[in-house]
């Protein structure tokens, strides 16, 4: 808000992230006309292309459909559910989250990284400390969410 206040250059815009949609009245009493509402992974995402404009390459690749030959997005995000893209038997129990992730990595022969999954309607996203030693649980039911490598 303070910068569309200052802003005085024509080429420049503001854009501004709204995690909360009730928030968008808000923004708007103060000329603001750009905004994304968006969800958790997305907010992480633009947080990590603003600490980290080296990435902005890869999340431009993520964000952006551009189908192959087959018609399939070869990098784009995949959800599918634990059963159908592993071999059970289920649960699958691991010391941590980093050792879950790197078995579904290998389990898929290197083709994808899990980054989140969705559990009893709740996302819950791989981030903060995966190395901790905490139990981590892989339901069969689980819907993964895949980055395509």
């Known amino acids: 808000i303070f910068l569309e206040h200052h802003l005085k250059r024509p080429d420049k815009q503001v854009i501004v992230e709204l995690l909360d949609p009730r928030n968008d009245a808000l923004v708007k009493e103060f000329t603001i006309e750009n905004t994304i509402i968006s969800n958790k992974l997305v907010a992480l995402m633009l947080s990590k292309v603003a600490l980290f404009p080296k990435?902005?390459?890869?999340?431009?690749?993520?964000?952006?459909?551009?189908?192959?030959?087959?018609?399939?997005?070869?990098?784009?995000?995949?959800?599918?559910?634990?059963?159908?893209?592993?071999?059970?038997?289920?649960?699958?129990?691991?010391?941590?989250?980093?050792?879950?992730?790197?078995?579904?990595?290998?389990?898929?022969?290197?083709?994808r990284v899990p980054i989140g999954l969705i559990r009893d309607e709740t996302l819950i996203m791989m981030e903060d400390s995966l190395h901790q030693a905490n139990p981590y649980t892989l339901e069969a039911e689980d819907i993964l969410i895949w980055f395509k490598v």
């Open 55 to 111: 990435t902005t390459e890869f999340y431009d690749r993520l964000l952006t459909i551009e189908p192959s030959a087959l018609g399939k997005d070869d990098d784009a995000l995949d959800l599918a559910r634990a059963k159908d893209v592993l071999e059970g038997p289920f649960p699958w129990v691991f010391e941590s989250a980093k050792q879950w992730v790197e078995s579904c990595y290998l389990s898929t022969h290197k083709t």
